[in-house]
């Protein structure tokens, strides 16, 4: 159960009244929220321990309302903190209680597609398996995976500079970002990167914002790299006796000079939490769970998987499954890939935490 934070006093409630009539005044009707029930669903993020609400939250639906926002906000010195989907692990989306909320929620469609420069440009509320869905069709795919991919959006992937289980080969969040638009504290509209080239000239600034969780602005639009699909892939999934044998086994492989599409280890609690969630057919009783996928040339694939089939047998594996077809595959993922919501169905306050819990400790006012 999340931890309440300090309520604010009546000199911030106070506070809290005059800022929200002039941002009112700026934004439509529909862009402010203010209501104590309403604000108790941006209280907290996915994992934090903590809840608490802000004084308000507020939904642009452009750059220009964005710029508005920020300008108000910082001749007021009122703390500002952006949030994507709320699935942030780190605290990234924790509001303040004298600040705050500004959601990119609205900003959820995607500007364009060019294939031949393999980019896509984005607004930050599109969701990470979102991008992969718009190009799919054209066997491209967005690289970075993470956990909670079909919730999280690119903008908090931005924040945070999310992986995946794909990181290895592909490459993270900063790898895959090409040019980035974003507004500054006092509502300045800047673009950083290098736009559809691969790089631009000057400073890394794109490399300072990616990771830095809105602490330097807030992104309105995203360049983003996407990768075409390999031509074939499979998977390998290898339980052990003991978790430093899988991570001797992770060494191996990279050791031998196989770079995988994908590599994930996962303890004995984690197998059993995922394989009651969704049964994707892991070995319950393996200390370690080792997934690895290979993916390039469909010959190049089958070799690799042999050597790798190799190194983890000599490595002490339990237990060797080998993907016949691309369901078998995903289904290999699956358990990994329901990190997210098995934690979220576990956990109240994951997510789906309603203000009806703490309604009666908000001041009514």
């Not at 980019?119 to 990470?128: A, D, E, H, I």
Request: include cysteine; aromatic fraction near 4%.
């Amino acid at each position: 159960m999340a931890l309440t934070m300090p309520l604010p006093d009546r000199a911030v409630l106070d506070r809290r009244d005059d800022l929200v009539a002039a941002l009112r005044a700026l934004l439509p009707a529909d862009a402010v929220i203010s209501a104590p029930t309403a604000l108790g669903a941006y209280e907290c993020d996915a994992l934090t321990a903590y809840a608490q609400r802000p004084l308000a939250v507020l939904l642009p639906r452009d750059t220009a309302q964005v710029s508005k926002i920020l300008a108000e906000c910082h001749h007021r010195r009122v703390k500002v903190v952006p949030r994507g989907a709320g699935t942030s692990l780190s605290g990234g989306a924790l509001p303040l209680v004298d600040g705050v909320v500004l959601s990119l929620a609205r900003f959820n469609r995607i500007l364009d597609i060019d294939l031949p420069n393999r980019c896509m440009v984005v607004q930050p509320g599109v969701t990470n398996l979102g991008l992969t869905k718009a190009v799919e069709a054209d066997d491209f795919f967005y690289a970075p995976d993470p956990s909670s991919q079909i919730a999280c959006t690119i903008g908090g992937n931005i924040a945070e500079n999310s992986g995946g289980v794909h990181c290895l080969k592909y490459g993270l969040t900063t790898h895959n970002v090409l040019a980035l638009e974003l507004v500054l504290m006092d509502g300045t509209v800047v673009r950083v990167g290098g736009g559809k080239a691969l790089d631009g000239p000057g400073y890394d600034l794109m490399g300072v914002v990616t990771g830095s969780e809105g602490l330097l602005g807030v992104v309105t639009e995203v360049t983003v790299r996407i990768t075409p699909k390999p031509q074939a892939a499979g998977a390998l999934l290898a339980g052990f006796g003991t978790v430093e044998a899988g991570g001797a086994a992770v060494a191996a492989i990279i050791a031998a000079g196989i770079v995988p599409g994908g590599i994930e280890m996962m303890d004995n609690l984690a197998i059993n939490a995922a394989e009651a969630f969704c049964a994707p057919g892991y070995p319950c009783d393996a200390a370690a769970l080792l997934i690895v996928e290979l993916d390039g040339p469909a010959g190049e694939v089958e070799a690799q998987m042999d050597r790798v089939a190799g190194i983890l047998t000599q490595g002490g594996a339990t237990s060797l499954r080998r993907t016949r077809d691309e369901a078998e595959r995903l289904g290999f993922w699956a358990g990994r890939k329901a990190a997210f919501p098995r934690s979220a169905a576990s956990r109240p306050t994951i997510c789906a935490w309603t203000a009806r819990s703490r309604a009666a400790a908000w001041p009514r006012c």
